[in-house]
């Protein structure tokens, strides 16, 4: 028996295939849209996933503004940071932070969900959100995804 033929191939640098994707998020929930870009990000829908490799797609996220939340959260859903100085907390509900960028709170989301070291970092590069229907990858060709027939 060959053993060779029963070893498993491990994605790298050099062999994975990247795409350009593009997401329209308008009329989706914050939470169920930002799962499912994770997971392209993240590339755990391909077959030759590796969880140590970047072999996720570049996504393009577009009409960040029309997304929903449910329930209460646009009053009472709060995103915490810090100043790094005494006393320097600082929190923003869902409202506040959509009036000043839309874009963020869909970033945020996404960030949230993926891993937190230099992968998730590198990542979160491949992430492009934009307010509006235009975005300034047309050169790439990206290919539209519809997240309703996604699992």
């Not at 033929?5 to 997401?23: D, F, G, H, P, R």
């Not at 939470?31 to 994770?38: E, F, T, V």
């Not at 590339?43 to 996220?61: R, Y």
Request: hydrophobic residues 35%.
């Amino acid at each position: 028996m060959d053993t060779l033929s029963y070893k498993t191939i491990s994605a790298n640098k050099a062999t994975v295939q990247k795409e350009w994707v593009l997401v329209d998020a308008e009329g989706q929930t914050l939470g169920r849209l930002a799962s499912k870009i994770a997971i392209l990000l993240r590339g755990k829908h391909k077959t030759n996933f590796t969880p140590h490799v970047d072999c996720g797609d570049n996504v393009i996220v577009i009409n960040s503004e029309k997304i929903k939340l449910s329930g209460n959260k646009w009053s009472e859903k709060s995103y915490i940071r810090h100043t790094g100085y005494p006393g320097g907390q600082r929190s923003l509900t869902a409202t506040e932070l959509f009036s000043k960028d839309p874009a963020r709170l869909v970033e945020k989301s996404v960030k949230g969900m993926l891993p937190k070291n230099k992968l998730g970092a590198a990542l979160f590069r491949n992430l492009n959100v934009v307010v509006g229907a235009e975005h300034s990858h047309e050169a790439q060709k990206p290919i539209t995804i519809n997240l309703n027939e996604v699992n």
